[in-house]
């Protein structure tokens, strides 16, 4: 039978060994204060547990704690905080528990009550009706059993804040209760490193990182066992959130799609990698083309090479490919040629793709890429100039085929637009071959020794010499000087000396205004190519050539250190399409009696008339005479090159003249006076 309460405390003044089992906590704390009023002592399970324990006692050990406690005592005794234990141990120490209990109510050896619920009493192992008559067992309150199971989890303190939680078994009990237990609690123990056994199924033991990430900091992602070690410690330490602390770790100003990649590929290796990587799957916005590279990537040893190259090709033909590509860009340029190998692979799969797909994922500026926009624009109809698709993707080829500035005479403007598309095709027509050896080159045109005997008069102005560069890279120089906002007094194109040799044009100027070294790269790469003793493809000759330009303007502002003006020329041009037309057969070898100086060139023989296909140079100093090449012909000189110089033509005679200055200019496009040609033509002994 059930009693009520205030019919139990009527029955309650007993000596003997009983159960006392309440319906709900406030029965039972009603009871614990009557008994206490009577002079009961009250002994809670907890005080049997000592606070040094590293792991919960079985209730063998418990109970002889318990036993201990109570014999100590003089007057009857209350046991409290049953339930609290009860709840952490599993189903079978439950029921050694309940045996333990039962031994003692049946040998009724002890002057205790032991305050216990519905939930947690085991009714069937006192069914015998003596235990109610004789009441060993008094059940108070309605015999509905309530039980609500508290939330508990056990974790070590190298892993989770002590706080205000828990830190012994001891102080977990007290936590829980005198009676039924409810809500969630945490026990934090130093030196927990192990699961143990014989605790509840509801009790979490989070002994392991991966537990531990997953219940206190929401880490569901499959991390390394060394990564959630570093996040978690991390996170405890500085008593933050996981993707609080990474970003931290990994630097908040490279929380962005133009730094994130390169920073993720340096902390690659890291133990702690495979979480950056989850945080980054978070922060990153999932439209960018960062964040559609991190939704397929697993690894983070492949991160890189789907960033450069699978995504990319996935997206080539994408709605947003543009976007993409800008973004994809800015994160490839800050690797500084680290991603050179992947950029290549990249390069080679989209070969086949067209040219309107293919162009802005061209734009990491890496010589690479530029090489093949050159091979993709060689291979384009440049009869109207530069396909509007590569504007904006290589600055450099734009501005060498720029049509933009004036040589001084419309025809010569034809002839250098047409040389520098066919030099980019690497190819030369028929018509081009005879316009080459019918152009004459027009009077009006400026002796470069003349302008520079000009410019040689002030001492504040210096010199750089480019070998090789002729008037092909006119465009060029002034494009460049427009981009930069490098201030141009006067720029012009100006002669060489014949035969155009380096030789034969030697500037006169002061030495200590001569930058040094010049610049011979221009003229190596056209005789030797891009690499030395390689075979160099056409395409990447011209990427070498134009790169050779940026080197020039920076010379020009280092030069202004020192002085107010810096003149920009060349002792000669060179002539590729020469080289093509021989290999296409498309020239004439001339005769000639004896072995010549050069293929260009040679001194003219004093039994022989000069026959129309060479121009003639006498060098007074020397008292020597020189017939000179027309047009695409050559000496049966053996040998050859990619390009060749000391012939007539215009792209190997013409050479420019640019003027930088310190102070701004409004002049940019002058040129500079032309000098009396007659009289000149007359010193020099030039005819044709």
């Not at 952490?88 to 039962?102: C, P, Q, R, S, W």
């Not at 939330?151 to 039924?180: A, M, R, Y």
């Not at 997953?214 to 060394?226: D, F, G, H, P």
């Not at 990698?273 to 989850?278: E, T, V």
């Amino acid at each position: 039978m059930a009693y009520t309460l205030n019919d139990y405390c009527s029955l309650a003044d007993s000596t003997s060994t009983r159960a006392e089992v309440y319906s709900n906590n406030e029965i039972a704390a009603k009871l614990l204060t009557f008994h206490k009023s009577r002079g009961v002592v009250e002994i809670s399970i907890s005080d049997c547990i000592s606070a040094a324990a590293v792991s919960l006692p079985m209730p063998s050990t418990l109970m002889q704690e318990l036993d201990n406690k109570i014999y100590a005592e003089s007057k009857r005794v209350i046991v409290t905080g049953i339930e609290a234990y009860l709840s952490l141990v599993g189903e079978h120490d439950k029921k050694a528990f309940m045996t333990a209990l039962k031994t003692r109510i049946d040998t009724g050896k002890f002057n205790v009550a032991f305050l216990i619920s519905f939930s947690y009493f085991d009714r069937s192992k006192f069914s015998n009706p003596k235990y109610t008559n004789d009441l060993y067992i008094a059940y108070i309150g309605d015999e509905n059993q309530y039980l609500t199971v508290p939330s508990i989890s056990v974790v070590s303190d190298k892993w989770v804040q002590k706080s205000n939680n828990p830190t012994d078994w001891n102080s977990l009990l007290k936590v829980l209760g005198q009676f039924e237990p409810t809500g969630e609690f945490t026990l934090v123990l130093s030196g927990y490193d192990r699961i143990q056994s014989g605790l509840a199924d509801s009790v979490i033991q989070a002994a392991d990182v991966s537990t531990v990430a997953k219940r206190y900091y929401n880490i569901e992602e499959n991390l390394t066992q060394a990564a959630l070690e570093s996040v978690v410690v991390g996170c405890k330490e500085q008593n933050t959130r996981p993707i609080e602390w990474l970003k931290t770790m990994f630097g908040v100003t490279n929380l962005n799609t133009r730094l994130a990649v390169k920073r993720m590929w340096e902390l690659c290796n890291e133990s702690i990698s495979s979480a950056y990587f989850w945080m980054l799957k978070s922060v990153i916005s999932h439209d960018s083309y960062y964040g559609i590279v991190l939704s397929s990537v697993t690894t983070t040893d492949k991160l890189l090479r789907q960033y450069v190259c699978e995504t990319a090709i996935q997206l080539l033909s994408n709605d947003n490919a543009r976007d993409f590509a800008v973004e994809r860009a800015e994160a490839i340029k800050t690797f500084d040629g680290e991603a050179t190998f992947l950029i290549i692979e990249f390069i080679d799969k989209i070969k086949s793709d067209p040219n309107e797909t293919a162009a802005c994922w061209l734009n990491c500026n890496t010589e690479n890429e530029r090489i093949e926009i050159v091979r993709r624009v060689s291979q384009s109809d440049l009869t109207v100039g530069l396909p509007s698709v590569w504007n904006g993707l290589y600055p450099l080829l734009s501005e060498y085929l720029s049509d933009g500035f004036d040589y001084g005479n419309s025809k010569i403007n034809d002839y250098f637009r047409d040389y520098r598309r066919l030099k980019v095709k690497d190819t030369v027509t028929d018509e081009f071959v005879k316009l080459a050896y019918d152009t004459v080159l027009p009077s009006s045109f400026t002796f470069r020794d003349s302008v520079l005997r000009d410019l040689s008069a002030d001492s504040k102005t210096a010199i750089l010499v480019v070998d090789g560069m002729g008037a092909e890279y006119y465009p060029l120089l002034c494009e460049m000087a427009k981009r930069k906002s490098m201030n141009v007094e006067s720029a012009t194109i100006a002669t060489v000396r014949l035969p155009s040799s380096t030789q034969f044009n030697h500037i006169d100027w002061d030495d200590d205004r001569i930058l040094k070294p010049e610049i011979h790269e221009v003229d190596n790469i056209s005789h030797n190519g891009a690499v030395k003793y390689q075979n160099c493809t056409p395409a990447h000759n011209i990427v070498a050539t134009l790169a050779v330009f940026e080197t020039i303007t920076n010379r020009v502002a280092e030069a202004f250190s020192s002085f107010e003006r810096v003149v920009v020329t060349a002792d000669h041009g060179s002539s590729r399409l020469a080289v093509i037309a021989h290999e296409k057969n498309m020239d004439m070898t001339l005769p000639w009696k004896d072995t010549p100086n050069d293929w260009r060139y040679s001194v003219a023989p004093n039994d022989m008339e000069r026959p129309p296909e060479f121009e003639r140079y006498y060098d007074a100093k020397k008292n020597i005479t020189y017939w000179i090449v027309r047009g695409y012909n050559r000496l049966p000189k053996q040998g050859g090159k990619l390009s060749v110089h000391g012939g007539a033509t215009l792209e190997e005679r013409l050479v420019p003249v640019v003027v930088f200055t310190k102070a701004k200019s409004t002049n940019a496009s002058k040129h500079i006076d032309n000098q009396k040609t007659e009289q000149l033509v007359d010193k020099i002994g030039f005819d044709i």
